[in-house]
């Protein structure tokens, strides 16, 4: 069975790209165009991976990975946060809040895969 990957970003282009990256590796791919959409879908149906963008409408991707680690039946989940916000302190508390993994844009998307693929052979 194929892993599912949400993709919580506002910025249409990187949704469109990262959703035909993901579905030409053979996820299943749910998408949120902003904090609080992330949280209905993950609680609608749990992905096994959020691609969490930090600035997001209505509440920011640190919020959403919070909540995220403040569930208990969520804490399988792995959180790779993507996004533009990439100095040192940004990146320190993404990790401080429970993401696995904090990747920069613009990035590789042979890294991101790869990362993915990392997270999701973690379970």
């Known amino acids: 069975m194929?892993?599912?990957?949400l993709i919580a970003d506002d910025e249409p282009n990187i949704v469109i790209s990262?959703?035909?990256l993901l579905e030409q590796a053979g996820y299943r791919v749910l998408?949120?165009?902003d904090g609080?959409?992330?949280l209905e879908a993950i609680e609608r149906q749990p992905p096994?991976?959020?691609l969490l963008d930090v600035m997001l409408p209505r509440l920011s991707g640190f919020d959403v990975c919070?909540?995220?680690r403040e569930n208990p039946q969520w804490q399988h989940m792995r959180v790779v946060m993507l996004t533009a916000k990439g100095r040192e302190v940004e990146v320190s508390?993404?990790?401080?809040?429970?993401?696995n993994a904090y990747i920069t844009k613009p990035f590789s998307?042979?890294?991101l895969l790869a990362q993915i693929g990392a997270q999701l052979a973690v379970e």
């Open 2 to 5: 194929s892993k599912t990957v």
């Open 18 to 20: 990262l959703e035909f």
């Open 31 to 33: 998408v949120a165009h």
């Open 36 to 38: 609080q959409e992330a």
């Open 48 to 50: 096994d991976l959020v």
């Open 66 to 68: 919070q909540k995220i």
């Open 93 to 99: 508390k993404g990790l401080a809040l429970g993401a």
């Open 109 to 111: 998307t042979q890294e």
